[in-house]
């Protein structure tokens, strides 16, 4: 049987590493980028090199009829949906009185908007075919407070609330979901701290060193082959922060 995986946000970072290694695990992938279609269709165009299953989809994961567009796009080309990873993400660093309710809105509505988007586009598929896994992406941030991050700590809060929930109603449906909680990865998105708080922050870390892309994409491939874990939220983090 053909599995097909949808990976949202992933023409870069972690869902990039993400598509590739599950497309190394025997899955087709959906490809899903919001901009820079370039490198959606570029990760695309090397995993069919390959002679993988592999298609690409621009939506924002905001978007309601744009996800069930692309959830319909996936399952045409690449068989029924099975798995889904939630995996795109914004982030915003900010002291609270200066968060804007635009900037706070819209925080939520990707981070955690777009997962209840994806599983309702997906979850019919699922249903019919009573077997299926979701992967969430949450943070170290959504099980820890983040200063100067309440938008996307509560987001990330908030996934990992969505995910034990999810967890309780559908596995009686043969569906898994679990959630992935990353440390600080060496992606995009935190280098806007800058060299040397990465540098501060390597320090902190137990394991002494930012973690990969791939190392959080292991960590997905795990959850969608173990067939008895649901609910769970696996932090790869490198022992941060110590409490
Ligand atoms: P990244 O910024 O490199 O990648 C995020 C991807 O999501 C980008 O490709 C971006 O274009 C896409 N995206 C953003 N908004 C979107 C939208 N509305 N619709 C579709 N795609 C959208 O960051 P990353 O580090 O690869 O992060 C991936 C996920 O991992 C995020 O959910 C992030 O919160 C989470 N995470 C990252 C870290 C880290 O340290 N890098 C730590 C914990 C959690």
Redesign the pocket.
């Known amino acids: 049987m053909r599995k097909a995986a949808l990976i949202?946000?992933?023409?870069?970072?972690?869902?990039?590493a993400c598509a590739e290694a599950l497309s190394d695990a025997g899955w087709g992938v959906c490809i899903?980028?919001?901009?820079?279609a370039d490198l959606a269709e570029a990760l695309c165009e090397r995993l069919r090199e390959k002679g993988r299953d592999a298609v690409w989809f621009q939506?924002?994961?905001?978007d309601l009829e744009a996800v069930r567009a692309m959830a319909a796009y996936a399952a045409r080309e690449l068989g029924p949906i099975s798995l889904l990873v939630n995996?795109?993400?914004?982030?915003r660093q900010q002291q609270f009185q200066d968060i804007d309710r635009k900037t706070w809105d819209r925080i939520f509505d990707?981070?955690l908007g777009?997962c209840y988007n994806c599983i309702q586009a997906v979850l019919p598929q699922m249903l019919r075919a009573h077997a299926g896994c979701i992967v969430n992406?949450?943070?170290?941030?959504g099980r820890y407070g983040a200063s100067c991050e309440a938008s996307?700590s509560s987001s990330?809060h908030a996934i990992i609330g969505l995910t034990r929930s999810l967890a309780a109603e559908l596995a009686p449906s043969g569906i898994r979901v679990n959630a992935v909680?990353?440390?600080?990865?060496?992606?995009?998105?935190?280098q806007v701290l800058g060299r040397e708080t990465l540098h501060q922050l390597a320090r902190e870390i137990p394991l002494g060193r930012?973690?990969t892309?791939r190392e959080?994409a292991q960590a997905v491939v795990y959850l969608s082959e173990a067939g008895y874990v649901t609910g769970q939220v696996l932090a790869v983090d490198g022992g941060f922060p110590v409490v």
């Not at 995996?87 to 982030?91: D, E, L």
């Open positions: 949202t946000g992933s023409s870069r970072g972690i869902g990039a899903n980028c919001i901009e820079r939506a924002d994961v905001a995996n795109a993400g914004i982030a990707v981070n777009g992406m949450s943070s170290v941030w996307y990330k909680a990353p440390g600080v990865i060496d992606t995009d998105m935190v930012l973690g892309a959080i």
